[in-house]
């Protein structure tokens, strides 16, 4: 049989070519490329009724995920990036590992980098230990990411708040246990459910599905990861894996009765993957 080549089956077998193409160039771009494509994003959050004598600067980091697929040298280029922002305070949202801590010399090194500078705050994620992680293989309790934590001179807020002088300038931090390992606690981690402080109230909270739990507690500002901003955001169909029951919160910052939320697409990954959706150091400056 003779294979006549028509202008039909030219055009389908460019067509062809040209998917495979892009489905190799999309698989090369989640693979190799987004998962360490670093971004620097910055957010400017204004805190309507609160006194501050002048803007502080956060550096907000989340999900750093060290594990086969996150190697420390990467971690350690994301810290850098932050650190020459020059920030007031550190805040960690979580998930500082994926199972187990794969360095931890080397990595509380690199975290101490940063402590070095300033005040730096953690709360903890579900991967970094408890129920949720015991059942995926990773730490049962939170004692190994706290002994990395305290190697680091950071410090975890696990259902507590402290007060943190930066420069002269008063910010209350209340840190939460993590949602899914179902150790959310608000009425441990809130000194008061009022805020009668001119200060603003910041809360670390991995999950941003944790905010239903915080509806009755006065607050400004909530920092989140989990998400990774989605992961593998897709055309028209958006971010169908974020692990969250509500999509309104993925990314970015968006306001909620009254105050702000701010989720971090963070610094890691999961399964070596990301998809239009790049990791990032977030740097808000608050005023
Ligand atoms: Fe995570």
Request: aromatic content about 8%; overall charge positive; some cysteine.
């Amino acid at each position: 049989m003779r294979f006549r080549l028509t202008r039909r089956r030219l055009l389908a077998g460019a067509l062809a070519a040209g998917a495979g193409l892009l489905g190799a160039g999309t698989w090369i771009d989640m693979r190799y490329v987004e998962p360490q494509w670093l971004k620097e994003t910055r957010v400017n959050v204004r805190l309507p009724g609160k006194t501050l004598s002048r803007p502080v600067r956060v550096l907000h980091l989340s999900d750093l995920h060290a594990s086969g697929h996150v190697p420390m040298a990467y971690i350690e280029k994301a810290i850098k990036r932050g650190i020459a922002h020059k920030p007031d305070l550190v805040c960690f949202t979580g998930d500082l590992i994926n199972r187990h801590i794969p360095d931890r010399k080397r990595y509380a090194a690199a975290l101490r980098l940063l402590s070095d500078g300033c005040p730096c705050y953690a709360c903890a994620g579900n991967h970094d230990g408890g129920s949720w992680a015991r059942a995926i293989g990773g730490y049962a309790g939170l004692d190994e990411t706290l002994g990395l934590l305290d190697d680091a001179n950071i410090r975890m807020l696990f259902n507590a708040s402290e007060t943190v002088s930066l420069d002269g300038v008063l910010v209350e931090l209340i840190g939460l246990g993590d949602y899914w390992a179902n150790d959310t606690r608000p009425e441990k981690a809130f000194p008061h459910k009022e805020n009668q402080e001119e200060s603003p109230r910041i809360v670390l909270s991995h999950n941003p599905d944790s905010k239903g739990l915080l509806r009755d507690y006065a607050w400004d500002l909530m920092l989140c990861g989990h998400t990774h901003g989605g992961q593998l955001s897709l055309p028209l169909v958006g971010t169908p894996f974020a692990p969250v029951r509500d999509h309104r919160y993925v990314y970015g910052l968006n306001p909620w009765e009254g105050r702000w939320i701010h989720t971090t697409s963070g610094v890691g990954n999961l399964h070596g993957m990301r998809l239009n959706c790049r990791p990032e150091v977030a740097i808000l400056d608050i005023s």
